[in-house]
């Protein structure tokens, strides 16, 4: 017996399918087919094993399980019949195919996206180092959108841009078909982006992520807390609130009164409350300091800007027993969950990425007030 199973494992194909199987299964997570139609601007279907991308951490401890199942599996049916029955991808396909087919219902990245190309109808600027882009589809009307989703970009001209950059939507004007977009020039992509011009047009991948909750009953009062760029979604989220029946009220933050963007236009959806660090504008202090905090009680809060100051306020909104939402700016790629360069350790331990699960989460559910 023991010999009979020394030479089960000394076997060469079992010892080659071992060795192989790591590099099968590193292409298997990383590699994913096309999630595009040539021939359509359709969000097609990604391959299944997108589908534990997120939660990697979780899934990563079996595969050496499933590595060796399979080499064995391959192996004794090598013997038997001579030939490769199925590739490690195969394998776990139809290992796991039911477990994709119930994820395949409950991720938003199956809700339909699209890349379009959009043109530029209107750029402004409004302030040194920021530009914002008004654009609309070159034909049809812009699909739904939420509040806090993002788009990808597709930087044009730039030899240093490979990858998409992903930019918040500022607003969404449907009655003329337009798509803003506030963008802050930093890098060479967004310095690429912030050149620009009306009539020019950019590719884009949209509507990405999950994005803020919008109460299930009318008359609740929804304080946004925003900081820097971070202003910029909560802008649309304040228009979807009010038009929902509630009561957004606006609590912006910047080192002076010259960094706060907009203001005209949050004023159209709600109350404004300006905090900067010089008091140039409004109180002096950081938003977590502001006189209105004491003065009256919210429903929930979202908030979106630097880390530290999202922190703060999620630290804020525990203590008054608040419950808060924060839209993260992790540093993305893809957009869709596969590259895991945006994930965000949660409080249970798992990491999620912020690009797919997010980019806004509950903070009860972030490490953030441990």
Known sequence: ???????????KRLIENIFHVPWSAFHFF???????????????????????????STY?????????????????LFKKRGNKIFSFDAFTRKLLCNFALTRIKQQTIFMKKYVKDLQIAEVEIPREGYILLKMQPIDGILPEIMPGQFVEIQVPDSPTTFLRRPISVNFVDYEKNQLWLLIHAVGDGTKRLAQCQKGDKLNCMFPLGNGFTIPETDGKKVLLVGGGVGTAPLLYFGKTLREAGCEPVFLLGGRTGNDLMQLQDFEQYGRIYVTTEDASMGEKGFVTNHSILTKEKFDSVSTCGPKPMMVAVARWAASVGVPCEASLENLMACGLGACLCCVEKMKDGHNLCVCKEGPVFNTDKLSWLD
Do not use: R
């Not at 023991?2 to 089960?8: N, S, T």
């Not at 990383?30 to 990697?56: A, D, H, K, R, V």
């Open 1 to 11: 017996m023991i010999f009979k199973v020394f030479y089960f494992f000394s076997d």
């Open 30 to 56: 990383l590699l994913f087919s096309p999630c595009f139609s040539s021939n359509t601007s359709e969000f097609i279907e990604p391959p299944f094993y997108l589908y534990l991308m997120p939660n990697i």
């Open 60 to 76: 990563f401890p079996y595969i050496p399980i499933l590595a060796c199942i399979y080499a064995a599996t391959d192996c004794a």
